[in-house]
T-cell receptor, first 117, second 114 residues
Framework: AQKITQTQPGMFVQEKEAVTLDCTYDTSDPSYGLFWYKQPSSGEMIFLIYQGSYDQQNATEGRYSLNFQKARKSANLVISASQLGDSAMYFCAMRELWGSGTYKYIFGTGTRLKVLA | NAGVTQTPKFQVLKTGQSMTLQCAQDMNHEYMSWYRQDPGMGLRLIHYSVGAGITDQGEVPNGYNVSRSTTEDFPLRLLSAAPSQTSVYFC?????????????FGSGTRLTVV
């Protein structure tokens, strides 16, 4: 079973509009963390936002917010007021405790976002 | 500049050759990992380390070895390169396992095995 699922291979959004990128996860670890990363066409990976499983409020970082619905096991990324520079691949990732007693980070397959002028 | 440095950026190997991908960080991060990125498959964890002298396997460890003799360095060794190992490899580090600060990634190594 997939630990992290991103069902949208590609998305389009008009400049200045908001867009939601979906992410669902599966874990039995009660103390997990959820992350979103951006990968522009240049290839580097950029950390955007983090949500801990015990955090009561949704995380926000500037134009990025994480819509965390714990019961549904979803952690969607919301980008407000999209800009052309937001065009990139976006990855959802989860940190969970594995059997060896250490944490591992698992990534989804990504969503490619294209912002239209 | 502080960060994660990966070398080389590009490499072409012949099947059966061995090589080491280098990764170094100067942020005193305890946690380091190696991932490979293939189209449509996201990033898959190869090996990781929670500190000097401690390493463990990830999702796809076969064909790769790692060691962590210092906090700064975490090299990835390909023992006998195969075409299936053609990929983009990323090294990443974070302050601690449970950190909410996210990974700092290197710029990647694009490896082609012919």
């Amino acid at each position: 079973a997939q630990k992290i699922t991103q069902t949208q291979p590609g998305m389009f959004v008009q400049e200045k509009e908001a867009v939601t990128l979906d992410c669902t996860y599966d874990t039995s670890d009660p103390s997990y963390g959820l992350f979103w990363y951006k990968q522009p066409s240049s290839g580097e990976m950029i950390f955007l936002i983090y949500q801990g499983s015990y955090d009561q409020q949704n995380a926000t970082e500037g134009r990025y917010s994480l819509n965390f619905q714990k019961a549904r096991k979803s952690a969607n990324l919301v980008i407000s007021a999209s800009q052309l520079g937001d065009s990139a691949m976006y990855f959802c990732a989860m940190r969970e405790l594995w059997g060896s007693g250490t944490y591992k980070y698992i990534f989804g397959t990504g969503t490619r976002l294209k912002v239209l002028a | 500049n502080a960060g994660v440095t990966q070398t080389p950026k590009f490499q072409v190997l012949k099947t059966g050759q061995s090589m080491t991908l280098q990764c170094a960080q100067d942020m005193n991060h305890e946690y380091m990992s190696w991932y490979r990125q293939d189209p449509g498959m996201g990033l898959r964890l190869i090996h990781y380390s929670v500190g000097a002298g401690i390493t463990d396997q990830g999702e796809v460890p076969n064909g790769y070895n790692v060691s962590r003799s210092t906090t700064e360095d975490f090299p990835l060794r390909l023992l006998s390169a195969a075409p299936s190992q053609t990929s983009v490899y990323f090294c990443a580090s974070s302050y601690s396992e449970g950190s909410g600060n996210g990974y700092t990634f290197g710029s990647g190594t694009r490896l082609t095995v012919v």
